[in-house]
């Protein structure tokens, strides 16, 4: 298996003058800027006697500076602790503890949050930490150490006397061999009290970077479009070291991605392929799409076979424009979550280049993916991956859901000083639980059916998954989104009506609440007696959402 620095290694070689990193509507840096950086890093990390394997947290909001500094960190040896940027400041404070990390690299706005909450005097409590460092020109944010005085200045007099004529392609030297090196610890989650910080070595983002040079497209000097936080797994490795490993071109967006605006943003990039998570391709469809094949003359047409598929053909024509126009070559890439069946069962119909994923941090993070082009619909893609197993823990694995359990050299070496944790994530015989409940077919797609924690056991022994019912009722009129709970006296679907669609109604409250209960009154006409929904509730906000947009179930009962 090849390094995955070695990858960029090569990479920044071979396209040290061409574009590598662009914050949308603002600044860029070629391969060889991104280089020049790095020994700069390097230099500052030496001064303050940071050794190879030291951890080093970074917390910013996505960014070019951001890559910059991961790189800069795993280049040099060091271990990242990649924080989201959503965590609130004391959970920045207590991760960089708990991790053992040596220095924090932030931007100015978690700055800013780690002073209004002064939570900055915590730092120089931490034993052996060094100081806050902004990636933004390197400037010192917090001497805890009181060693840090003239830093910045001293690191560029360094740089000058070390490369006077300026770094080039000849002095990078990022190739590695060593894939059982710890390289990053990931904590998805900052609320914990005992937070699970997931072990990633070398070899399981190598391993990802691997499959991706045999499945994924990526053009030379095509360019991306990065919307999803890069401190999470999935963004980071093919929003980012994958496409720099292909000598792409990746633009970062670094603001909220509101439609309207990604929509502009997607025209100017014209990214060869898009990733996002379920949420934003749905409103994205029913802004676009549905509205238009859902009136009566369209339903019409579309029933008679020639002219459906002109008409398909132009919407699916459409849409790629709608994603900037290039996406048929790596297609949209969805992770995250289960997308709404009826969006993807238009995406289907018209043969729009999309294709569902399913990973998870601690496989760094595919375990299931295929080509568009050879995607079956309603699955999350084949464990067609030379680096992992899967199985499912059922006797009858077609049929009867089980256990996703998953085994190979992409798979996590447990959690970042928690035994306990890291010993019951894995079965007796060795293979990682997931913690998802799926099946799987003779082709190795993977259908997910929920989550293990999420499952619902009923008074008389039947298994019901939220997931499944959630899927229809969100295709019912009026509805956003909703959460199955289960309560003593039954199933209660949490739902948020859709705003615009009850103000186009006309709907009032006490309207709104009769229509959606008779639309769910039909629909458990379709239900087992078992799963059939008791009570709704409405809900007067959205819910809560993680960074990758998928709701804080823990937060609703």
């Given at each position: 298996m090849k390094h995955f620095l070695t990858y960029i290694d090569e990479s920044v070689k071979q396209h040290w003058n061409?574009?590598?990193?662009?914050?949308?509507?603002?600044?860029?840096?070629?391969?060889?800027?991104?280089?020049?950086?790095?020994?700069?890093?390097?230099?500052?990390?030496?001064?303050?006697?940071?050794?190879?394997?030291d951890k080093i947290a970074l917390c910013a909001k996505s960014s070019a500076e951001w890559c910059v500094a991961y790189f800069a960190i795993v280049t040099y040896g060091a271990v990242a602790v990649p924080l989201l940027a959503d965590f609130l400041p004391r959970n920045v404070a207590e991760l960089t503890k708990a991790s053992d990390s040596r220095m924090l690299l932030v931007d100015t706005p978690i700055m800013s949050g780690l002073k209004r909450d002064s939570i900055v005097e915590l730092f120089s409590t931490y034993e052996k930490f060094c100081g806050i460092i902004n990636i933004v020109g390197m400037k010192v944010e917090d001497n805890s150490c009181g060693k840090l005085n003239n830093l910045t200045e001293e690191v560029e007099n360094t740089f000058k006397t070390l490369f006077p004529g300026g770094v080039t392609a000849k002095r990078v030297n990022y190739a590695r061999t060593n894939l059982d090196a710890v390289t990053v610890i990931s904590y998805t989650s900052g609320t914990s009290s005992s937070p699970k910080g997931v072990i990633l070595p070398a070899r399981a983002i190598s391993a990802n970077m691997e499959y991706a040079w045999m499945k994924m497209e990526a053009p030379k000097g095509s360019t991306i479009?990065?919307?999803?936080?890069?401190?999470?797994?999935?963004?980071?490795?093919?929003?980012f070291l994958f496409p720099f490993s292909k000598g792409c071109h990746i633009y970062i967006y670094t603001e909220k991605p509101i439609p309207a605006?990604?929509?502009?943003?997607?025209?100017?990039?014209?990214?060869?392929?898009?990733?996002?998570?379920?949420?934003?391709?749905?409103?994205?469809?029913?802004?676009?799409?549905?509205?238009?094949?859902?009136?009566?003359?369209?339903?019409?047409?579309?029933?008679?076979?020639?002219?459906?598929?002109?008409?398909?053909?132009?919407?699916?024509?459409?849409?790629?424009?709608v994603f900037g126009g290039n996406i048929h070559q790596g297609g949209l890439l969805i992770g995250g979550a289960a997308v709404n069946k009826e969006?993807?069962?238009?995406?289907?119909?018209?043969?729009?280049?999309?294709?569902?994923?399913?990973?998870?941090?601690?496989c760094?993070?595919?375990?299931?993916?295929?080509?568009?082009?050879d995607f079956t619909p309603h699955t999350c893609g084949a464990v067609a991956h030379p680096y992992v197993d899967a199985r499912i823990d059922s006797q009858d694995p077609a049929n009867i859901p089980g256990e996703i359990q998953i085994k190979g050299d992409a798979v996590t070496t447990g959690y970042y000083k928690n035994e306990a944790a890291t010993k019951a994530s894995y079965t007796d015989d060795g293979w990682f639980k997931t913690g998802d409940m799926g099946t799987m077919d003779k082709k190795e797609n993977i259908v997910?059916?929920?989550?293990?924690?999420?499952?619902?056991?009923?008074?008389?022994?039947?298994?019901?998954?939220?997931?499944?019912?959630?899927?229809?009722?969100?295709?019912?009129?009026?509805?956003?989104?909703?959460?199955?709970?289960?309560?003593?006296?039954?199933?209660?679907?949490?739902i948020v009506?859709?705003?615009?669609?009850?103000?186009?109604?006309?709907?009032?409250?006490?309207?709104?609440?009769?229509?959606?209960g008779d639309n769910v009154l039909t629909l458990n006409s379709s239900l087992p007696v078992y799963s059939k929904i008791t009570a709704c509730e409405i809900m007067k906000e959205p819910f809560e959402k993680t960074p990758k947009l998928s709701i804080k179930r823990f937060m609703y009962k």
């Open positions: 061409e574009p590598a990193l662009t914050n949308y509507g603002a600044n860029t840096y070629t391969y060889g800027d991104v280089a020049s950086l790095i020994e700069k890093y390097h230099i500052l990390f030496e001064k303050c006697y940071i050794s190879k394997g479009l990065s919307i999803l936080p890069l401190a999470h797994i999935f963004g980071q490795a093919f929003d605006r990604l929509l502009k943003a997607l025209g100017e990039v014209k990214p060869f392929m898009f990733l996002t998570v379920p949420l934003l391709v749905e409103k994205i469809f029913r802004g676009n799409v549905m509205p238009t094949l859902k009136t009566g003359t369209m339903r019409i047409l579309t029933s008679i076979p020639g002219i459906r598929n002109i008409i398909y053909n132009k919407v699916r024509e459409k849409l790629i424009n969006v993807e069962d238009i995406m289907h119909k018209i043969k729009f280049p999309y294709v569902i994923g399913y990973g998870m941090t601690e760094a993070p595919l375990v299931s993916y295929t080509r568009w082009q997910i059916r929920g989550r293990c924690k999420n499952m619902i056991l009923t008074a008389n022994g039947q298994n019901i998954y939220p997931e499944e019912i959630e899927e229809l009722v969100n295709q019912l009129p009026l509805v956003q989104e909703s959460l199955i709970v289960g309560r003593k006296h039954g199933i209660v679907a949490l009506p859709n705003a615009d669609a009850v103000a186009e109604a006309g709907l009032s409250e006490e309207q709104l609440k009769t229509t959606i």
